[in-house]
């Protein structure tokens, strides 16, 4: 079974619109965290967002938030008024377990979100 | 500012060939990780590492393996090149606190191409 699954290989979205990246992971363990990566044409990774299983509030850095529902098993990012410089692709991963219960450093990645911003 | 630095940008190799790709970070990092990037399948890790001298195998590690002498260096091997390890290939390290590992910083990626 896929850890980590984005839905959507591509979505457009027209310029200072918001839109939703959807994520949704599969973990047993209870201490897990995501993450939220850029990746421009580039090809640099940037690290965008991080939520952490037991943190009681949503990300939020700037105009990224995560939307996190854990008993959904999802990690949504939502970018707010979107510019032609998010265009790119976005990949949401994970990271299980600690070190006490044997995990803690391996992080899973999905297959990413193309985005397109359009004027 | 971390940087993680892999020592070529571009590689052609032949079936075969005994392939090293180099990773070298300057912030003391305790993991290091190797993923392949493939049009339409993301990353996939392929092996990491939380110390020196430790290794764990990721989710696609057959045909690779790994060395960690020394914290900041961590190599990917590739024991006999074959068409199919044709991709890009990234190297990331990342703190780990409180036992869990905190984002990764990434190189800049290595294209790998067997011919």
């Known amino acids: 079974a896929q850890k980590i699954t984005q839905t959507q290989p591509g979505m457009f979205v027209q310029e200072k619109e918001a839109v939703t990246l959807d994520c949704t992971y599969d973990?047993?363990?209870?201490?897990?965290?995501l993450f939220w990566y850029k990746q421009p044409s580039s090809g640099e990774m940037i690290f965008l967002i991080y939520?952490?299983?037991?943190?009681?509030q949503n990300a939020t850095e700037g105009r990224y938030s995560l939307n996190f529902q854990k008993a959904r098993k999802s990690a949504n990012l939502v970018i707010s008024a979107s510019q032609l410089g998010d265009s790119a692709m976005y990949f949401c991963?994970?990271?299980?377990?600690?070190?006490?219960?044997?995990?803690?450093?391996?992080?899973?990645f999905g297959t990413g979100t193309q985005l397109k911003v359009e004027l | 500012d971390v940087k993680v630095t892999q020592s070529s940008r571009y590689l052609v190799k032949r079936t075969g060939e005994k392939v090293f790709l180099e990773c070298v970070q300057d912030?003391?990092?305790?993991?290091m990780f190797w993923y392949r990037q493939d049009p339409g399948l993301g990353l996939r890790l392929i092996y990491f590492?939380?110390?020196?001298?430790?290794?764990e195998k990721g989710d696609i590690p057959e045909g690779y393996s790994v060395s960690r002498e020394k914290k900041e260096r961590f190599s990917l091997i590739l024991e006999s090149a074959s068409t199919n390890q044709t991709s890009m290939y990234l190297c990331?390290?990342?703190?780990?606190?409180?036992?869990?590992?905190?984002?990764?910083?990434f190189g800049q990626g290595t294209r790998l191409t067997v011919v």
């Open positions: 990331a390290s990342s703190l780990r606190v409180y036992g869990m590992a905190t984002e990764a910083f």
């Open positions: 973990t047993s363990d209870q201490s897990y965290g």
């Open positions: 939520q952490g299983s037991y943190d009681e």
């Open positions: 991963a994970m990271r299980e377990g600690t070190i006490l219960t044997g995990g803690g450093n391996k992080l899973t």
């Open positions: 912030m003391d990092h305790e993991n």
């Open positions: 590492s939380y110390d020196v001298k430790m290794k």
